[in-house]
């Protein structure tokens, strides 16, 4: 919100910094987008060239053709946060219009033309959030992401509480759309959902565990370079 950059100069020393401390791999995106970022393909590639896997975590929408080439030959994945089938869910889940939707989804088939124009192995996949104004897009965005060429959708649950069940969310047709979208499985494309965090949407159950262990083993750095777990 604060439009904060890190400068190239301190990326670089940064993935310098994090390969002599043994780090196996990087992943670019937060809060903002990483594609705004002014150097992201000397980023990607410099961070590639110290043996450090690296991934992007993108909305897809501003896609030079510099960093589609760096992405694909360079990251082992990268992920487009698509969360709608077309305009009209896209404008309630992004805010933007009908030409900003298009676009993404152009720059997701661009991205999977590179990669059999280059024969890349990256993983290429697209999230959509689901909550109960997502619902009626759900086949239609799977349908949509196998079309560009990508690998998989995942699909994750939007939480307002904890423990917090919403009783406008229509379950019942969520679990019907998502089992439908089995049908379009493939070798070469995959559909998924995690089972347990959608039953504790809709349930409002809690957590059945005291302790949260993976903040030990994901480290975040912002924009201003603090660190956090």
Not at 74 to 93: F, H, N, Q
Request: proline share 4%; hydrophobic share 35%; net charge negative.
């Amino acid at each position: 919100k604060n439009n904060e950059t890190i400068p190239l100069n301190a990326a670089i020393d940064l993935i310098q910094q994090l390969k002599d401390v043994d780090v196996k791999a990087v992943g670019l995106g937060g809060g903002g987008d990483p594609t705004c970022h002014p150097h992201l393909e000397e980023i990607i590639r410099y961070t590639k060239a110290k043996d450090l896997e690296v991934a992007v975590c993108t909305n897809g929408f501003k896609m030079s053709e510099g960093v589609i080439d760096a992405i694909v030959n360079s990251c082992s994945w990268m992920r487009v946060s698509l969360d709608a089938d077309g305009p009209e869910i896209y404008k309630a889940t992004h805010g933007m219009d009908e030409k900003a939707f298009n676009r993404v989804v152009s720059n997701m088939t661009k991205l999977a033309e590179k990669r059999r124009e280059v024969k890349s192995e990256i993983v290429m996949g697209a999230t959509y959030l689901l909550g109960p104004h997502t619902i009626p897009g759900i086949y239609n965005a799977a349908k949509l992401v196998k079309k560009t060429g990508f690998d998989y959708l995942r699909f994750r649950p939007f939480f307002n509480c904890v423990g917090e069940k919403d009783e406008k969310f229509d379950d019942k047709k969520m679990f019907e759309e998502l089992k439908k979208c089995e049908e379009l499985k493939e070798d070469n494309f995959s559909v998924s959902y995690p089972e347990d965090r959608l039953e504790a949407m809709v349930q409002g159950r809690t957590r059945t565990y005291q302790t949260c262990n993976v903040h030990h083993f994901n480290t975040l750095i912002t924009p201003d370079l603090k660190i956090y777990p």
